[in-house]
């Protein structure tokens, strides 16, 4: 009786799991795998019902044949070297002198943590709006203080429309950069900083030689998400050139072609070249991995 009752309670874990299971094979595993298979095929919108095997023809192109994917990954990294570094550097500084505040902290947080948790796409139209050349509130603001003389035609020009992509991605990942070293901070124990200013450090010399080190694990991770994060990027460019009325794909002069803009608009735009979208979704998924690996030895050579 004993036995029958521990096996009727071994099935119970199972059953309790199989859901889960069910719905991460049908929805993640399957679509990637026959993704995966497409890669390989010659399949667009014109040939629905005929599939035709290429095998790496569709990866030898993307790598040696084609200039805009290359050109959409060297804007990706543009944007992840200049807007990372800005939003680590801000993120950490911001979390340092918040860690001691008593008053307003929580509010604090929660503000800047919000752009993080807001729809790309509604961040791409405030944006869109904001930096509007007629009525938007940065050339009216701009002009009232005498920085300008004339408006700025923000999201018509490929240098300004650059740097507008480079103030959303640190405006959003700023609060959830800050908030990773707040909890990092909150591990760190007090008995470092004790010891260090019974010998005299000053607070610069505890910041450069105890918090920034005990720090390296959080930054080795928000490097690594960061890196993530800027080669998914495409809601918020797509999304403000699009609130400004053009039609462009990566915006004025392609400067805002990030990798997945490119996978989509040959994936469902230009001909709906689906094998072809596929083999740059993995050769995607390839940089990333490989990007991601190097960090990780770098930082922890490093260390």
């Given at each position: 009786?004993?036995?029958?009752?521990?096996n009727?309670?071994?099935?119970?874990?199972?059953?309790?799991?199989?859901?889960?299971?069910?719905?991460?094979?049908?929805?993640?595993?399957?679509?990637?795998i026959?993704?995966?298979f497409?890669s390989?095929?010659?399949?667009?919108?014109v040939t629905?019902?005929?599939?035709?095997?290429?095998?790496?023809?569709?990866?030898?192109r993307?790598?040696?044949n084609?200039?805009?994917?290359?050109?959409?990954?060297?804007?990706?990294?543009?944007?992840?070297?200049?807007?990372?570094?800005?939003?680590?550097?801000?993120?950490?500084?911001?979390?340092?002198?918040m860690?001691?505040?008593?008053?307003?902290?929580?509010?604090?947080?929660?503000?800047?943590?919000?752009?993080?948790?807001?729809?790309?796409?509604?961040?791409?139209?405030?944006?869109?709006n904001m930096?509007?050349t007629?009525?938007?509130?940065?050339?009216?603001?701009?002009?009232?203080l005498?920085?300008?003389?004339?408006?700025?035609?923000?999201?018509?020009?490929?240098?300004?429309?650059?740097i507008?992509?480079?103030?959303?991605?640190?405006?959003?990942?700023?609060?959830y950069?800050?908030?990773?070293?707040?909890?990092?901070?909150?591990?760190?124990?007090?008995?470092?900083?004790?010891?260090?200013?019974?010998?005299?450090?000053?607070?610069?010399?505890?910041?450069?030689?105890?918090t920034?080190p005990?720090?390296?694990?959080?930054?080795?991770?928000?490097?690594?998400?960061?890196?993530?994060?800027?080669?998914?990027?495409?809601?918020?460019?797509?999304?403000?050139?699009?609130?400004?009325?053009?039609?462009?794909?990566?915006g004025?002069?392609?400067?805002?072609?990030?990798?997945?803009?490119?996978f989509?608009?040959?994936?469902?735009?230009?001909?709906?070249?689906?094998?072809?979208?596929?083999?740059?979704?993995?050769?995607?998924?390839?940089?990333?991995?490989?990007?991601?690996?190097?960090?990780?030895?770098?930082?922890?050579?490093k260390?």
């Open positions: 009786m004993k036995k029958k009752k521990k009727k309670l071994a099935k119970w874990p199972y059953i309790f799991v199989a859901p889960f299971i069910i719905t991460y094979i049908a929805f993640y595993m399957y679509p990637m026959y993704s995966f497409i390989f095929t010659d399949w667009t919108a629905l019902d005929n599939r035709v095997f290429v095998g790496l023809k569709n990866y030898i993307v790598f040696t084609d200039p805009m994917f290359w050109r959409s990954i060297w804007n990706t990294v543009k944007m992840m070297i200049i807007a990372m570094p800005l939003t680590i550097i801000s993120g950490l500084l911001v979390a340092v002198l860690f001691n505040m008593i008053k307003g902290r929580q509010l604090i947080q929660t503000i800047n943590f919000l752009p993080y948790i807001t729809m790309p796409i509604a961040i791409g139209l405030i944006f869109a930096f509007n007629n009525i938007g509130a940065v050339n009216s603001i701009l002009m009232k005498g920085l300008i003389d004339e408006k700025i035609n923000w999201l018509g020009d490929s240098r300004y429309a650059f507008v992509v480079i103030i959303i991605c640190i405006w959003k990942n700023f609060g950069f800050m908030v990773l070293y707040l909890s990092g901070l909150s591990t760190i124990s007090t008995e470092y900083y004790d010891a260090a200013k019974v010998d005299g450090a000053t607070s610069v010399q505890c910041f450069w030689k105890i920034l005990l720090l390296r694990p959080i930054t080795t991770f928000v490097i690594v998400q960061g890196a993530i994060g800027g080669f998914q990027l495409f809601d918020e460019a797509k999304t403000l050139v699009s609130g400004s009325g053009s039609t462009i794909v990566g004025p002069g392609r400067s805002l072609l990030t990798i997945v803009w490119y989509y608009d040959c994936s469902f735009q230009n001909n709906s070249r689906y094998g072809y979208g596929a083999a740059i979704a993995f050769s995607m998924l390839i940089i990333i991995a490989a990007m991601s690996f190097l960090n990780v030895k770098l930082l922890r050579e260390e």
